[in-house]
Nanobody, 122 residues
Framework: QVHLVESGGGLVQPGGSLRVSCAAS????????MGWYRQAPGKQRELVAT???????NYADSVKGRFTISRDNAKKTVYLQMNSLNPEDTAVYYC????????????????WGQGTQVTVSS
């Protein structure tokens, strides 16, 4: 099986910074695109940023210039560096990964982490 484990969430003041991480483990043949989504109370889950296995990135307009996504393929880990945080960034942040699992040919499956709470408040 495959697991995505997030870490690094917490409480931060407006204007502050935080980094969240997500490590993939298990029967991974190939780790394709990884990304972060978030869901605020009463709102739908939305894309924050994605990064391909080759390092190409994509960001939501609301976080461009403030957030940076990166990955360490050797560690099977994706990071989200969040700067200039504001209260509107408060949400549960979910890691997402598209993975080819050992023993399932070349079929790609989508996996989610359990989520980590990020709260921006003074």
């Amino acid at each position: 099986q495959v697991h995505l484990v997030e870490s690094g969430g917490g409480l931060v003041q407006p204007g502050g910074s935080l980094r969240v991480s997500c490590a993939a483990s298990g029967s991974i043949f190939r780790l394709n695109a990884m990304g972060w989504y978030r869901q605020a109370p009463g709102k739908q889950r939305e894309l924050v940023a994605t990064v391909t296995s080759g390092g190409n990135t994509n960001y939501a307009d609301s976080v461009k210039g403030r957030f940076t996504i990166s990955r360490d393929n050797a560690k099977k880990t994706v990071y989200l560096q969040m700067n200039s945080l504001n209260p509107e960034d408060t949400a549960v942040y979910y890691c997402n990964a598209r993975i080819v699992v050992i023993g399932r040919g070349l079929t790609e499956s989508e996996y989610w982490g359990q989520g980590t709470q990020v709260t921006v408040s003074s």
